[in-house]
């Protein structure tokens, strides 16, 4: 999150209180609660209209294959572009290591650097 850990977040409540000081930290701490509750809600209510509209369909929808995080690509063109046969299909084969995280492994002598052939 950020970079920031529990023991920066701490220096940071206790700089803060320090700053705003005792009289007006009630106050504050207040509306940060009330900011938390109205996020919750919204979430919550963004979440209800949705089951509301897609009806019974919304707890059927497997939502980490909609994960954009997931699709290559590289893989899709090649795919849209390949013949539709059973034997063109088999000829993809799936991504199992990026030339970045390969790049991020270190190299025997004599290895020769990962590069991306299809990067322009």
């Known amino acids: 999150m950020f970079g920031l850990t529990f023991d920066k977040l701490l220096i940071v409540a206790v700089i803060a209180a320090f700053v705003i000081g005792p009289e007006r930290l009630p106050a504050y701490a207040a509306k940060l609660g009330q900011l938390v509750r109205s996020l919750r809600d919204f979430a919550n209510g963004a979440k209800d209209r949705m ?5 019974p369909e919304f ?3 497997d939502w980490k294959k909609l994960d954009p995080r997931q699709y290559d690509p590289r893989r899709i063109i090649r795919e849209a572009l390949l013949e539709d046969g059973p ?7 799936p991504v199992t290591q990026s030339a970045y995280a390969q790049r991020k492994m270190p190299l025997t ?4 650097p990962p590069y991306d052939t299809e990067s322009t």
């Open 109 to 112: 002598a004599g290895a020769i």
């Open 87 to 93: 034997e063109a299909a088999g000829a993809i084969k």
């Open 59 to 61: 707890d059927e929808v």
């Open 51 to 55: 089951r509301d509209e897609m009806g």
